[in-house]
Nanobody, 125 residues
Framework: VQLQASGGGLVQAGGSLRLACTTSTLTFSSISVGWFRQAPGKEREFVTAIRMIEDKRYYDDSVKGRFAISKDSAKNTVYLQMNSLQPDDTAVYYC???????????????????WGQGTEVTVSS
């Protein structure tokens, strides 16, 4: 398993969750890690990403100011802190990684070579 995602669950609107994405096989300092989500009946969409080589973060407008991506290089783990969750945030969240994800392509899921198994987030109203 290249990527392991965890931390999903059920939370009330306005609540918070923190997801984690861990790798034990990829070279952490060289990859880009993205979080994508897929709601029932909808296409997978970009949420946020971090490019380790430049330590730069990217966010979809729908989560700016509410979600934060961070890393712990000692643990080879990327975190997605999700605050002020809303029912529209309900989805299966996937982490993905790639070695050659250019900054102009971080929002494109097809640019990532490795995918975690997904973790479900449900926000009740």
């Amino acid at each position: 398993v290249q990527l392991q995602a965890s931390g999903g669950g059920l939370v009330q609107a306005g609540g918070s969750l923190r997801l984690a994405c861990t790798t034990s096989t990829l070279t952490f300092s060289s990859i880009s890690v993205g979080w994508f989500r897929q709601a029932p009946g909808k296409e997978r969409e970009f949420v946020t990403a971090i490019r380790m080589i430049e330590d730069k973060r990217y966010y979809d407008d729908s989560v700016k100011g509410r979600f934060a991506i961070s890393k712990d290089s000692a643990k080879n783990t990327v975190y997605l802190q999700m605050n002020s969750l809303q029912p529209d945030d309900t989805a299966v969240y996937y982490c993905a990684a790639g070695y050659s994800v250019h900054q102009i392509f971080v929002r494109q899921s097809k640019r990532y070579d490795y995918w975690g198994q997904g973790t479900e987030v449900t926000v009740s109203s």
